[in-house]
C-alpha cells in the first residue's frame, strides 16, 4: 500500500491514538508559546492586583491589617501556583494564554493528560520563570554584581532550553512527558471537483475529454496546488487560472479548442486528474509530484531525494 | 475517459458524520464537556472513533487537501475532547488524597529517606559544631532568621521566645501562618525544582535547612530548654520537616532519571518519575499548609510542654500511617 502518511515538514509530530490510527500535531512555535505565557503573566498579575484591591476595601472598614495583608500574602501565593494547574486542568491543557494563540498541552504518549503530569509541568515554571523573576526586581548592590551575572546564566539556560532540542521542549515539558502543540481548526470547505462531477460522481466533463496520457504527467504535488489556485480568491485569481490554464494546456498538449472559460477548463481537468491519481493510488502508486519515475511521463530520471514538502 | 471519482463519493457518504462531530466539539470547546446534555456525550466517542477511521480511509484513497486538512485538524480537536484532562479538579483532589499521594510517597520511599539522610547529617553537624564553638551559630542562622535569639540572648529571652505568643493579637497569627505558608511552600517547591540541576542544590538545601535546625537545638541545648524547644518545634515541625523531606525527596527523583536512566532514554525516565515527583510535591505543599496553620495558630495559642508534644506527636503519627497504608490497593490505568 501506498504510504498512510505523506512526508512530513519539520516540526511535526506523529501521535498513535488508542484507536491505532496517527494523528499529525504541528508543535507549537517557539514565539507563540512566549507570547501566550506573557498573556498568561499579566493576566495573572491582573487577577492578584483585583483580589487584592477588592480585599483592601472590602475589609478596610473592618480595620484589621493582619487579616488583609495575610491574605493578600495567601492570595498571590495561590494564585501564582495554581493559575496555570487550574487552567490547564480545566480547559484540556490550555490556559487563557494558550487559548489565545491557539495552543495546547497534550501527552507525548498519546494518552490522557494526566493531573499529575499538569501539576509536574508547572511546578517547573517555580526555577525556570518565578524563580528569576524574583531574582532579577531584588536590589542590587555592588557587591551583587556577579549573583546577577549567575541569575542571567540561570535565566538562560532555561529560556533556550527549547532550543536546544528537536521537541521544543521546556524543563517542564521534559519532566511531564508533554508536547505543546499547535491546534487550529480547518474548515471543511466545497468539494472542488464536485462541480465537474455532479451527477453520478463521475469525474469527465464531455466538454473536455481528457486522455490517460494527458493526466498522466502530472502528480499530487501538481494537483493540490492547483487546488489551491481554484480556492484562490480575490482579484487576481482570475487572471492566475488563466495563465495556469495555459500553461496546463501547452504542457499536456491540449488539441481541442481553446476552452473560453478558464476556470471551468481548470475544474475539468482538476477532477479528471484527482480521480486518475486516486485510482492509481488504490492500485498502490503514489506519485508525488510529476519528476517521479513514472513510464510515459516526462523527466522520468529527475527525482527529488523526499518529495516536495507538505504545504 | 471516465473515472468515478471516489473520494467525492467517500465524502458525500460521511460528511454528516462529520459535521455532527464538529458541531459537538465546537460546543465542548466553548462552554466544557460538562455542559453537554448526556445523548450528545454518549454520542461524541463514536462520532469521534467514525471521524478517525474517515481520516485513515481518507489519507489512502483522497487527494483533496482540504479534506484531508479537515479531518486531521477535526480529529485532533475530538481527540483533545476524548482523551483531555479527564478528572476535573475536585475529582482529581479526591483521588489525589486518598490515593495519589501516599502512593507517590511509598513509590519514592527511598529518595525520601535519602533526602531526609542529608537533613539529619546537616541537623547532627550544626548541633555539634555549635555545641563545641557558639560562634558556629552566626555561620548557619542568619540574622534575620535568628531574630536576636542569638549566643548573646538572655536565657529568659529564649525562653520567653517558646511562650511568647499567648499574648499576641488573632490577627497577627494569621499574618504570621499564611506567610510561614507561602515562604516554606516556595522552598519546599524550589527543593523539588532545583532537581533538574542533577539534585546538587537540593542536597545544599535540605543540608543547610539541616544545619539550622541542628544550630538551633545547640543553642538552646546549652541553656538547658532542649526539652522545651523540642516541643515548640514539634507542634509544627513534624508535618513540616516531613514536607520538606518529601520536596528534597521529589528533586532527588528528578536527579535521579536524569543520573540513572536505567533502561529507558533520559526523557522517557524524567516524563515517568516527574510525574510521580509532580505529585509528591503537590501533597507536599499541602502539609506545609497545615504545617502554617499548626504553627501560626496552634503553636502560639497552645504553651503547655506536654499538650505540644500530644499535638506535634499525633500529627506525625497521623502522617506516618497515612504515607504506609492510604490508598494501597487503589488502583489507577497508568501505563
Not at chain 1, 505565557?37 to 477588592?54: E, K, Q, R, S
Not at chain 1, 487550574?86 to 498519546?110: H, M, N, S
Not at chain 2, 458541531?23 to 462520532?47: F, H, I, Q, Y
Not at chain 2, 475536585?90 to 495519589?100: C, M, N, P, Q, T
Amino acid at each position: 500500500m501506498a504510504p498512510a502518511v505523506q512526508a512530513r515538514a519539520r516540526g511535526e509530530r506523529r501521535l498513535l491514538t488508542p484507536e491505532g490510527v496517527p494523528l499529525i500535531f504541528r508543535l507549537a512555535p517557539r514565539g507563540e508559546r512566549a507570547a501566550a505565557v506573557l498573556i498568561d503573566l499579566v493576566l495573572m498579575h491582573l487577577g492578584i492586583a483585583a483580589l487584592v484591591l477588592a480585599f483592601v476595601f472590602g475589609l478596610d472598614w473592618i480595620g484589621i491589617d493582619g487579616v488583609v495583608i495575610g491574605l493578600v500574602i495567601l492570595i498571590s501565593f495561590l494564585v501564582r501556583s495554581f493559575y496555570f494547574i487550574y487552567f490547564e486542568l480545566r480547559w484540556q491543557g490550555q490556559t487563557p494564554g494558550k487559548r489565545a494563540l491557539g495552543i495546547r498541552v497534550i501527552d507525548r504518549r498519546g494518552g490522557y493528560l494526566r493531573p499529575d503530569s499538569v501539576f509536574a509541568r508547572n511546578l517547573l515554571r517555580e526555577v525556570e520563570l518565578f524563580l528569576p523573576m524574583t531574582l532579577l526586581f531584588l536590589p542590587s548592590e555592588g557587591s551583587q554584581a556577579w549573583f546577577n551575572l549567575l541569575t542571567l546564566v540561570w535565566v538562560g539556560i532555561f529560556l533556550l532550553l527549547p532550543f536546544f532540542n528537536r521537541d521544543r521542549l521546556r524543563a517542564g515539558d521534559i519532566v511531564a512527558g508533554t508536547w505543546v502543540i499547535a491546534a487550529p481548526k480547518a474548515v471543511l470547505l466545497d468539494d472542488v471537483a464536485a462541480e465537474a462531477a455532479a451527477a453520478g460522481a463521475v469525474a469527465a466533463d464531455a466538454e473536455f475529454p481528457f486522455t490517460r496520457k494527458q493526466l498522466e504527467i502530472y502528480g499530487i504535488y501538481e494537483l493540490q496546488t492547483l487546488e489551491e489556485v481554484l480556492r484562490q480568491q480575490g482579484p487576481q485569481s482570475a487572471e492566475t487560472r488563466r495563465e495556469v490554464a495555459r500553461r496546463i494546456q501547452r504542457k499536456i498538449a491540449w488539441a481541442g479548442p481553446e476552452p473560453a472559460d478558464a476556470e471551468r477548463f481548470l475544474k475539468a481537468f482538476y477532477a479528471a486528474l484527482r480521480a486518475h491519481l486516486e485510482a492509481r493510488m488504490l492500485f498502490g502508486e503514489r506519485r508525488e509530484n510529476q519528476h517521479a519515475r513514472k513510464n510515459g511521463g516526462k523527466n522520468g530520471s529527475k527525482r527529488p531525494p523526499d518529495g516536495p514538502a507538505k504545504t | 475517459m471516465t473515472t468515478p471519482l471516489k473520494s467525492l463519493e467517500f465524502r458525500r457518504e460521511r460528511e454528516r458524520t462529520w459535521r455532527a462531530l464538529e458541531d459537538l466539539v465546537a460546543r465542548a470547546e466553548k462552554r466544557g464537556l460538562k455542559a453537554l446534555p448526556a445523548e450528545d456525550l454518549l454520542r461524541l466517542p463514536t462520532l469521534y472513533r467514525a471521524t478517525l477511521s474517515s481520516l485513515s480511509v481518507a489519507r489512502a484513497i483522497s487527494l483533496d487537501q482540504n479534506v484531508l486538512g479537515y479531518l486531521e485538524s477535526l480529529s485532533a480537536r475530538a481527540y483533545f475532547q476524548v482523551y483531555g484532562a479527564r478528572s476535573s479538579l475536585w475529582e482529581g483532589l479526591v483521588y489525589f488524597l486518598r490515593a495519589g499521594f501516599p502512593g507517590a510517597v511509598r513509590a519514592t520511599a527511598g529518595a525520601n529517606l535519602l533526602a531526609a539522610l542529608w537533613m539529619i547529617l546537616g541537623g547532627a553537624i550544626g548541633f555539634l559544631l555549635v555545641q563545641a564553638n557558639a560562634d558556629w551559630y552566626y555561620t548557619f542562622v542568619g540574622s534575620g532568621m535568628a531574630g536576636g535569639r542569638t549566643p548573646a540572648a538572655s536565657t529568659e529571652f529564649l525562653r520567653d521566645g517558646l511562650y511568647d505568643g499567648a499574648d499576641t493579637a488573632a490577627d497577627m497569627l494569621y499574618l504570621f501562618a499564611t506567610f510561614l505558608f507561602s515562604h516554606n511552600a516556595g522552598i519546599g517547591m524550589l527543593a523539588f525544582a532545583l532537581g533538574f540541576a542533577l539534585g546538587v542544590p537540593t542536597v545544599l538545601l535540605l543540608f543547610y535547612n539541616g544545619l539550622t535546625l541542628g544550630a538551633f537545638l545547640a543553642l538552646y541545648g546549652s541553656r538547658g530548654l532542649l526539652w522545651e524547644l523540642v516541643a515548640w518545634l514539634s507542634v509544627h515541625g513534624t508535618t513540616e520537616l516531613l514536607a520538606i523531606v518529601l520536596c528534597g525527596g521529589g528533586g532527588l527523583v528528578i536527579a535521579g532519571a536524569i543520573v540513572f536512566p536505567e533502561r529507558e532514554t533520559r526523557l522517557e525516565s524524567l516524563a515517568r518519575r516527574g510525574r510521580t515527583a509532580g505529585t509528591l510535591i503537590m501533597g507536599a505543599v499541602l502539609m506545609l499548609f497545615v504545617a502554617g496553620l499548626l504553627e501560626g495558630f496552634a503553636r502560639q495559642l497552645v504553651t503547655d510542654v506536654a499538650a505540644r508534644y500530644a499535638i506535634g506527636g499525633a500529627m506525625l503519627a497521623f502522617w506516618l500511617t497515612y504515607f504506609a497504608l492510604a490508598g494501597r490497593g487503589a488502583h489507577r490505568d497508568d501505563d
